[in-house]
């Protein structure tokens, strides 16, 4: 399997798991590590920054689908499957059909940017 094709596997399961943290059905400790799972992924600064060849992309090609793996395995094997037809719909044509599940991440990026210029304008 390719980069490409894996990243936009990992990007259908991180949805997947972004609806399974809004259910009321979801276990609490599915939650907490969905939680983690989504954040991490959204998440403008990486354990390994990307900028670094080969080795950048490693934390997300194996930390983000561990923790997307345990989010799976702790939740009923029935529920999981409903949140991947519901994720389904989200995605039309490979880019999401409801455009404000972008404002968390534009809302981490901006959070980070006005950080970062804070900082250096001091």
Do not use: H
Not at 40 to 46: G, M, R, V
């Amino acid at each position: 399997m390719k980069f490409k094709e894996k990243m936009k596997k990992i990007s259908m399961k991180i949805t997947q798991v972004y609806v399974s943290i809004k259910s009321k059905k979801t276990p609490w400790y599915a939650k907490v590590v969905g939680v983690s799972a989504v954040t991490y992924a959204l998440s403008p600064i990486d354990l390994i920054p990307d900028f670094i060849p080969i080795i950048g992309y490693l934390d997300d090609l194996i930390i983000l689908p561990l923790l997307i793996t345990l989010t799976i395995k702790l939740i009923p094997k029935q529920l999981w499957k409903e949140f991947e037809e519901e994720s389904e719909l989200i995605w039309k044509d490979g880019k999401p059909v409801k455009w404000y599940y972008a404002i968390p991440v534009i809302s981490i990026w901006l959070v980070f940017v006005i950080i970062i210029i804070n900082i250096f304008l001091r």
